[in-house]
């Protein structure tokens, strides 16, 4: 299979409720809060780890045919 594998990384606070983070409207600013959400439904594959005070990593996959 061909295809695209992206992966974001940050040493921010990292992110408290990853599964709260992953709803549609959560934000923790001033956004839409459709960022996370909205990453996952337009790729194939998608995973984010965060562990408080090391920050974020973030993988996704787009199948050239999925």
Do not use: C, H
């Amino acid at each position: 299979n061909s295809g695209i594998r992206l992966t974001f990384q940050d040493k921010g606070p990292g992110i408290k409720d990853v599964a709260l983070a992953m709803k549609d409207g959560y934000s923790t600013g001033k956004s839409l809060g459709l960022g996370l959400p909205g990453a996952k439904r337009l790729v194939n594959e998608f995973d984010i780890k965060s562990k408080a005070g090391e920050g974020t990593i973030v993988s996704i996959i787009k199948w050239k045919n999925g």
